[in-house]
């Protein structure tokens, strides 16, 4: 689920190395689209980091929360709920300790995420979430877009309630 080889580049191949360092900045892209897309409330920034046919699986870290959120499948459900208008929430999204692994015209990424959520209106709450996100991608033209995402929680403090709307 992870990539955790102890290298990161396949040394093997030189001549592939400036493309693998191009595919592997886009791998990781992808992942700055959705935290920003979903930062800024950029539908077209945060669309353009999934398939169609995408899955987002966010119940690992709902689960832990207490909260009951389905998996969400398909592009278009994925930024409906992540950009819900109906709640109002100010985030901020760091992505670290970024591993890939591709093969060929498809990809591997894992890597942590802390997610900031505040209630638009209320800045005097929070939930803080620190999250391991194991991603599938697959290539896209010159760029890469997500496939599957499973998203795990390491640790979170603050109000559940919070990413809901409460």
């Known amino acids: 689920m ?74 278009d459900m994925i930024t409906g709920v992540v950009l819900n208008p109906g709640i109002p929430l100010d985030t901020t999204h ?13 990809a591997r990424l894992t890597a942590l995420v802390e997610a900031q959520h505040l209630p638009g209106a209320d800045h005097g709450r929070h939930l803080l979430l620190k999250n391991l996100y194991a991603v599938d ?11 599957r995402v499973h998203v795990e929680n390491v640790w979170y403090t603050g109000e559940p309630g919070v990413l809901i709307g409460r």
């Open 2 to 75: 992870y990539v955790t080889r102890p290298y990161a580049l396949d040394a093997r191949q030189e001549a592939a190395t400036v493309r693998e360092l191009a595919d592997r900045t886009e791998i990781i892209d992808a992942l700055y689209r959705f935290a920003l897309g979903r930062d800024l409330k950029d539908r077209e920034l945060l669309e353009s980091a999934f398939t169609e046919d995408a899955e987002f699986d966010f119940r690992p870290v709902a689960g832990r929360l207490g909260l009951d959120l389905p998996l969400m499948t398909g592009r």
């Open 94 to 106: 760091a992505v670290t300790n970024c591993r890939t692994e591709i093969d060929q015209d498809a």
């Open 137 to 147: 991608l697959v290539r896209a033209g010159s760029h890469w877009r997500m496939r």
